[in-house]
């Protein structure tokens, strides 16, 4: 199954923007990406219509990985896809150039949270994205017991269109 | 022009699932399941009820998600929501009607 | 060397850039035929092609790429688009349909660009509905010929640049609720409109310009939104004075969050898959299963 991003650029700039924005403990700032989604021929089309920022009291102090985000955190966050139903993805920076990879530490708690987001919110896939500063990976899944599966494409929308970028 | 937040109620007595959605400025109501009975037999289809005129010259319009071959005239194609709708010529339902009304008179042609 | 080595100036990645893009076409008659010619020489490499029609003895006057036998062998106009890209580019992907575009809606989906050369104001209505709706960047092209009185005609025309974020073709004067009624009123037939080669050409010529500055770097600020009006009489292609006034304010026809599907459910998604992937057991048993027992067979 071919799963496609698309976001706008303004909104894109925005994140990067508010991901860079330094915290008072937490070294790595995250938000979610609210998105619809549609049958295409050959899979699915995200397309994000809104971002969710991460309020700074939300952060917690973690001993091993330094901070993560609270339960409000995540209120907000299924609050905010749940009427109407929308796919959350969580998103964060590792900053730098070229093709991000999640790291051993993204991966496994985000085995731990992306499934609960389909308890209140079924019906859309729920996933993942680690930006640099010119590219993104992310993952999604396609139900809370499988594993997740790779987004395929990354679309721009804006001046200029870019598929797959690298701006 | 109806109250549109009674009327939604009223249809969900009896389609729990209908919703109202908007494109752009218009908006319809999605009924995902609705049983339509025609030609002895009952199918199962989804609808979108346009309860107001939006311009297409009807005061109201039922659309489906597919055409009832043999019954009904002049079955058009539309593209509303992202999806294919189809819709037949079918006088004028008034949108003064209760919702309810307006999809039970929408249904008349295809009996 | 390639075939593309002469239009190296769009960019760096330019070749790979278009090679990988997907165009949809809704409308392959005067404008339409146009706007395929020409994606095809700049190396667009993906093409989604929408129209119902086959091509008639009228049409012979601007549709690009027919011949008088396609009129004799009443071919399909996607057919001669078809014949049209892949006689410049053999390698292009095509996919199409004889149908109204609202009938094959599902193949647009996966476009990065649509084109639109329809005639009808509710045609140009969903189509840009669609186009925010799944955040494709849309032109649209339109001409007219009017009846000035005492034998003169003007040749208008215009294309617009428009998506997701950008003022609408309701903002911008092309849809409104009186000529979508009008059309409805009489059944959406506008009778043999006149329609001439060479302002399509423009026109069309217009659009493929505009759909290079949204995916290419060549000409420095690239564009998301533009309303270029034609005088056919004066020969002109101006900016229309609306685009700027409606730039400064919010599209007030369209939501930023009304994008999707709002019936998609992953569940029914991944049922339909299963039931496509497990089909019926009545069905023949797999070459795999019949091997298998073969093998016993000759075991034994």
Not at chain 2, 73 to 78: E, I, K, L, P, V
Request: aromatic fraction near 8%; include cysteine.
């Amino acid at each position: 199954m071919k799963v496609s991003l698309k976001i706008m650029r303004g909104l894109l700039e925005h994140v990067r923007q508010d991901l860079k924005r330094p915290h008072s403990f937490a070294y790595e700032r995250v938000g979610f990406l609210i998105a619809s989604a549609a049958g295409t021929p050959r899979g699915i089309l995200l397309t994000i219509c809104d971002y969710q920022p991460v309020d700074d009291e939300d952060y917690e102090r973690n001993e091993s990985v330094g901070a993560e985000i609270g339960s409000d955190a995540m209120r907000k966050a299924v609050q905010a896809a749940y009427r109407p139903q929308r796919t959350l993805l969580h998103v964060h920076t590792h900053g730098g150039l070229g093709r991000p990879e999640f790291s051993s530490v993204d991966l496994i708690s985000a085995e731990e949270f992306v499934p609960g987001f389909f308890y209140p919110v079924p019906k859309m896939p729920h996933g993942l994205l680690v930006l640099s500063d010119d590219d993104a990976s992310g993952l999604y899944w396609q139900q809370p017991e499988q594993k997740p599966e790779t987004i395929s494409d990354f679309i721009i929308v804006g001046g200029p269109y870019t598929r797959n970028w690298r701006t | 022009m109806r109250n549109s937040d009674t009327e939604l109620k009223a249809l969900q007595k009896h389609w729990k699932d209908a919703e109202l959605l908007g494109e752009g400025e218009r908006k319809f109501v999605l009924l995902p399941n609705l049983k339509v009975s025609s030609d002895g037999k009952t199918k199962l289809v989804a609808a979108l009820l346009q309860p107001w005129a939006n311009g297409n010259g009807y005061p109201t319009r039922l659309y489906f998600s597919e055409r009832f071959s043999n019954k009904g005239n002049n079955w058009n194609s539309f593209n509303i929501l992202g999806s294919t709708w189809h819709a037949c010529s079918w006088g004028e339902v008034s949108e003064d009607l209760p919702w309810i009304e307006i999809i039970a008179n929408h249904l008349r042609p295809l009996q | 060397m390639s075939w593309l080595d002469r239009q190296s100036f769009l960019g760096n990645d330019s070749d790979e850039t278009l090679a990988a893009l997907t165009v949809g076409i809704v409308g392959l008659g005067g404008g339409g035929s146009h706007v395929a010619q020409q994606l095809a020489h700049v190396g667009v490499g993906n093409f989604v092609l929408l129209d119902p029609d086959i091509i008639t003895d009228t049409n012979l006057n601007r549709l690009v790429g027919a011949t008088f036998s396609d009129i004799q062998a009443g071919t399909y106009k996607v057919d001669i688009a078809q014949r049209v890209i892949v006689g410049v580019n053999p390698n292009a992907k095509i996919e199409k349909r004889i149908s109204l575009w609202q009938d094959a809606a599902e193949l647009l989906k996966e476009c990065d660009v649509i084109i639109g050369g329809v005639d009808k104001i509710r045609a140009k209505h969903e189509l840009d509905a669609f186009s925010r709706r799944f955040m494709i960047p849309y032109i649209d092209m339109g001409m007219d010929v009017t009846d000035t009185g005492g034998n003169n005609y003007l040749i208008s025309g215009q294309v617009i640049l428009t998506g997701p974020g950008e003022p609408c073709l309701q903002c911008l004067g092309i849809v409104n609720e009186g000529l979508l009624k009008e059309e409805a009123q009489t059944y959406g037939d506008a009778g043999s409109k006149p329609q001439v080669v060479w302002p399509n050409g423009l026109l069309a010529s217009t659009a493929v310009g505009l759909f290079m500055q949204l995916v290419t770097p060549w000409a420095g600020r690239p564009r998301t939104s533009a309303f270029l009006e034609y005088d056919g009489n004066r020969n002109s292609i101006v900016e229309a004075a609306a685009l700027s006034f409606f730039k400064t304010r919010q599209c007030s026809h369209y939501m930023i969050r009304d994008v999707g599907d709002p019936r998609f459910d992953m569940r029914k998604l991944l049922a339909k898959e299963q039931d496509v992937q497990t089909p019926n057991q009545k069905l023949p048993q797999s070459w795999w299963n019949r091997f298998i027992r073969w093998c016993s067979s000759q075991r034994d």
